[in-house]
């Protein structure tokens, strides 16, 4: 196993603790994230239903396709009945789903109780849940009183264990390799394709030893004028002189992942996007000596916001998030989110993607760190130059 079993069951108790303050008796998993969290189950096959039934008491069940259940068992560290395949004619049928089965399942093991007993959570924001699955649920189990769990695993995720740390240290070995075949690729006259194709190259092979996993989002390349607006991909269109691209790619490894962002320009700096580099910097700088725990989220935010003020510019969106196990399509946890209005307070072995994403009109700026709160300040999973790089020129 990747981790040891005393470490399976700490995670399994602590998400029995926030069960029991919630008021549930059960809770069902569907996020790919959780699930590897609780059993350690990592394949492909997030696609189709799955789900795994924690019990206040008790052992938990997974519920998968059941040409998927056999490779379970090669990953997960729960006993082979404890894994359970639901029948292939189930598989994307118009009239009928997978949740009806495993409600059928369920109830044969006498798993249902009656809803006076307590509530049951459904993860309700899951990207893999969809609402004819929970209509399923609903129908299939009357008993239950279903409500949403509000993130419950992600939330017991967000404090990592050393083991986890480690994982994240060597995904920031893959990030480094990767960022670094982005600069040396990117240039005058290369499609974005290729560029793309170097930086998955490196994010597969890894770095010193360490293998790389496939990332949760692709690398993601906002060029020229477009760079404007996060979150695009690439084209097949070459780069130009005189453009600047956003580089935000991960580095994963065994499912954790430590995101990074750097802009490089070809050719000389633009006045406009030096000065906002510039800020960005003073911005980053200004979070990261904040860290430590015991301060509140939102004191990072309050830095962030002053530093931007003194050059004359906003953010209205957050700066950052918690990191950790990512699925597509998403490396943040959903769960801490560096803004304003966070109530969080910062704890040891917390991480966190802290990004300076400046959207400007026709241009924009990206520099960002993967970050470890340490027992008294901060520790950065990569070392790559903090700068807007320029190349050419």
Known sequence: MLFSQEEYDARLAGVRL????????????????????????????????????????????????????????????????????????????????????????????????????????????????????????????????LVDSFELVNWVRSIKSPAEIQLMRGAAQVCMAAMEAAVETIDVGVRQCDAAAAISKAQIQGANGIGGDYPAIVPMLPTGEAADTPHLTWSEDRFEAGQAVVIELAGAHHRYHTPLARTLTLGKKPERLAKLADAVADGLNAVLTEVQPGVPVRELARAWNWTLAKHGLEKPSRIGYSIGIGYPPDWGERTISIRSEEESILEENMTFHVIGGMWMDNYGYELSESIRVTADGVETFTSFPRELIQKGG
């Open 18 to 145: 926030r069960m029991a303050r919630q008021g549930l008796s059960a809770l069902l998993v569907t996020d790919p994230a959780n699930i590897y969290y609780l059993t350690g189950y990592n394949a492909w096959s997030f696609y189709t239903p799955q789900l795994v039934f924690v019990p206040a008491d008790g052992p938990m069940l997974l519920f998968s396709r059941a040409m998927d259940a056999g490779g379970a068992t090669r990953t997960t560290w729960l006993p082979q009945e404890s894994v359970v395949g639901y029948p292939e004619q189930y598989v994307h049928r118009p009239h009928i789903h997978p949740f009806d089965w495993v409600a059928f399942a369920l109830r044969e093991r006498h798993l249902i109780a009656p809803a006076a007993t307590g509530c049951v959570g459904l993860e309700m924001d899951s990207h893999f849940f969809s609402p004819k699955a929970y209509r399923s649920l609903l129908n299939a189990i009357p008993e239950w009183t």
